[in-house]
């Protein structure tokens, strides 16, 4: 499979890199836009669907470089492929899920990625490491500007961009951000963070996105309101609510170490060594150990191991790149004990 | 401090040689005395201590060869060599614990101890490493003979040696071994065990006596009453129920193996992990977790590090071997992280 060459490569927004990367994982932002003349995905006939994809495809054989594109239609997609491009955050569940004809375009560089009839006809998100939503704001602009001058989409004069979920009418827009917040958790204020950050309608999620549970103290924040707001304000919004964030969790993880630096230094040093060791290990613990080792790397106290080495494994021990890594398909009990012997042989390795 | 020279050398009993030594840490047979024409210990005044005493050194001058043993009188000792000459054995909490004149006779090779005032006038053992009676039980004779022949003992002829509690009454011997029981404990059949063992009146222990709790999986099973058997009697008992013991232990080995070897490899790796990498561990989790890396050692899972290391750590972990070995008090914090030091440098030399 072509996209099996994204393997070797870290998903952008897991380079570890970016202003702010010590806590900010990545940013994105999405768009959610629809093809005027066509009812919503769910009131959709499948016909409808696939002359939707038609019109997509021709638009990109037009615009687009082949060489710096993958065009993906799902059912052509084994559900490892499937699972592959959702654990590198290409598509999202209800894509993955959906059923009739849907695609997805992404960029070879995974700077971003279009799906087609997900929720909506066509949404698009642009993606970096670390806190820099400018960067990703012009680019989004430009991949909208592009398909726009080929699709028309439905637009409202008053309401702004029609959008098959009422809560992202208007601008259709989605701005997220990915955080390492253990400092937080483990001061146990992250659910006065959580209260704080829903007053102001914005939401916090897991790592994966609406609905899974939050991983190995990482955390996704974005705005869930569209309508009446525009694009600016709600990224201003979420530009201006993440460094309070980020200093909240620099003073609870100066907290920690004024606390109890053995102590915290100890524990790091602990969930190195049962990663280097176990034979058998879950994601969730590895998720969480990483967590824990990504921390003790950030406040200098593991040397030895980098924050890249850290964001590839956070990556390459989720199920289907797990099953990409081994070339076959692994049982559950056969995928953990895969993981931890891919977790020994990677951190061995020098960077 | 001369007795700091024994640093250096494993306890006689913690080699990890000797007949059935995977699973029989040591075996060791005191035997209780009291001199005639003086009260028993507890009823005795200072000045009959004092007496004692001096007859038992004047003894030791005429017998022994002062160049293979320390006699040391335990008012010149200081707490923390009370309680290194307790982690070794060689001395009982009762006598660290007692007032008055008190001694213990050594033997530099840690073949024999003889407590001189604790319960009774004369407590004297002999211990060797693995599963071995018949050596210790011509050790002790001899020892008791050697004494006896300066020493006029409390005797009655038809109770037989006297002895300040009237379970010692008899022959005043005591048979234990130390066994190191996972398979037993990790299948929940200890209990079981425990039971049968009681009926037939042996008494299973933890690893430092009467009194304490069964740490890592140690147990000592020793005999409970003497009075109304004979010495050869009470040896047989327990030298035909240990290999029951040692039967049932490699039993519930074999199961764990087949049930789910990969889960116990894992379980014994991620012990060395956390012995390999924590910065401050407790005596409680490091004997726990040398019982696991032990286990895995005598199944052939794990092969890089040797018993007699793992054993001579057992040893040293202990609170007074690491104030020797940091020559230093340490407070309970610093103990743990000097634990973990000294944990880290011995698992990387090679043996």
Same mark, same amino acid.
């Given at each position: 499979?072509?996209?099996?060459?994204?393997?070797?490569?870290?998903?952008?927004?897991?380079?570890?890199?970016?202003?702010?990367?010590?806590i900010?994982?990545?940013?994105?932002?999405?768009?959610?836009?629809?093809?005027?003349? @066509?009812?919503?995905?769910?009131?959709?006939?499948?016909?409808?669907?696939?002359?939707?994809?038609?019109?997509?495809?021709?638009?990109?054989?037009?615009?687009?470089? &082949?060489?710096?594109?993958? @065009?993906?239609?799902?059912?052509?997609?084994?559900?490892?492929?499937?699972? *592959?491009?959702?654990?590198?955050?290409?598509?999202?569940?209800?894509?993955?899920?959906?059923?009739?004809? %849907?695609?997805?375009?992404?960029?070879?560089?995974?700077?971003?990625?279009?799906?087609?009839?997900? +929720?909506?006809?066509l949404?698009?998100?642009?993606?970096?490491?670390?806190?820099?939503?400018?960067?990703?704001?012009?680019?989004?602009?430009?991949?909208?500007?592009?398909? +726009?001058?080929?699709?028309?989409?439905?637009?409202?004069?008053?309401?702004? @961009?029609?959008?098959?979920?009422?809560?992202?009418?208007?601008?259709?827009?989605?701005?997220?951000?990915?955080?390492?917040?253990?400092g937080?958790?483990?001061? %146990?204020?992250m659910?006065?963070?959580?209260?704080?950050?829903?007053?102001?309608?914005?939401?916090? %999620?897991?790592?994966?996105?609406?609905?899974? &549970?939050?991983?190995? +103290?990482?955390?996704?924040?974005?705005?869930?309101?569209?309508l009446?707001?525009?694009?600016?304000?709600?990224i201003?919004?979420?530009?201006?609510?993440? &460094?309070?964030?980020?200093?909240?969790?620099?003073?609870?993880?100066?907290?920690?170490? +004024?606390?109890?630096?053995?102590?915290?230094?100890?524990?790091? *040093?602990?969930?190195?060594?049962?990663?280097?060791?176990? %034979?058998?290990?879950?994601?969730?613990?590895?998720m969480?150990?990483?967590?824990?080792?990504?921390?003790?790397?950030?406040?200098?106290?593991?040397?030895?191991?980098?924050?890249?080495?850290?964001?590839?494994?956070?990556?390459?021990?989720?199920?289907?790149?797990?099953?990409?890594?081994?070339?076959?398909?692994?049982?559950?009990?056969?995928?953990?004990?895969?993981?931890?012997? @891919?977790?020994?042989?990677?951190?061995?390795?020098?960077?």
């Amino acid at each position: 499979m072509k996209i099996d060459n994204m393997l070797n490569q870290q998903g952008i927004w897991l380079r570890g890199i970016g202003p702010e990367s010590e806590i900010v994982i990545s940013s994105r932002i999405r768009l959610a836009r629809n093809f005027a003349g @066509y009812p919503f995905v769910h009131k959709s006939s499948e016909q409808d669907k696939q002359n939707i994809l038609k019109t997509f495809r021709k638009m990109v054989e037009k615009k687009f470089d &082949p060489e710096t594109v993958y @065009y993906l239609e799902l059912q052509s997609l084994s559900p490892t492929d499937c699972q *592959y491009l959702l654990e590198r955050q290409l598509i999202s569940k209800e894509l993955m899920d959906g059923k009739g004809a %849907r695609a997805v375009l992404i960029d070879r560089n995974e700077n971003f990625s279009v799906m087609v009839n997900e +929720e909506d006809h066509l949404r698009m998100q642009t993606m970096t490491s670390g806190f820099d939503l400018s960067t990703i704001w012009d680019r989004i602009n430009k991949l909208d500007d592009v398909i +726009e001058s080929e699709i028309q989409y439905a637009y409202d004069e008053r309401y702004g @961009y029609l959008t098959a979920c009422p809560s992202n009418v208007g601008t259709g827009i989605r701005v997220s951000v990915m955080l390492h917040l253990p400092g937080l958790v483990e001061t %146990r204020e992250m659910d006065r963070v959580f209260r704080s950050l829903s007053k102001i309608n914005l939401a916090v %999620r897991g790592i994966y996105g609406e609905g899974s &549970p939050s991983m190995g +103290e990482f955390f996704q924040i974005s705005n869930q309101v569209t309508l009446g707001r525009t694009e600016k304000e709600l990224i201003s919004q979420i530009q201006e609510v993440i &460094p309070q964030i980020i200093d909240y969790e620099q003073k609870a993880r100066h907290v920690l170490l +004024e606390k109890d630096q053995k102590n915290l230094l100890d524990r790091c *040093y602990r969930a190195t060594g049962i990663l280097n060791s176990a %034979r058998t290990i879950t994601l969730d613990e590895s998720m969480e150990l990483l967590s824990r080792v990504r921390l003790g790397i950030n406040m200098g106290l593991i040397t030895d191991i980098s924050i890249t080495k850290v964001n590839d494994l956070l990556l390459h021990l989720q199920p289907a790149h797990l099953q990409k890594l081994a070339q076959k398909e692994l049982e559950e009990e056969e995928e953990d004990a895969f993981r931890a012997e @891919y977790l020994r042989k990677k951190l061995k390795e020098s960077d």
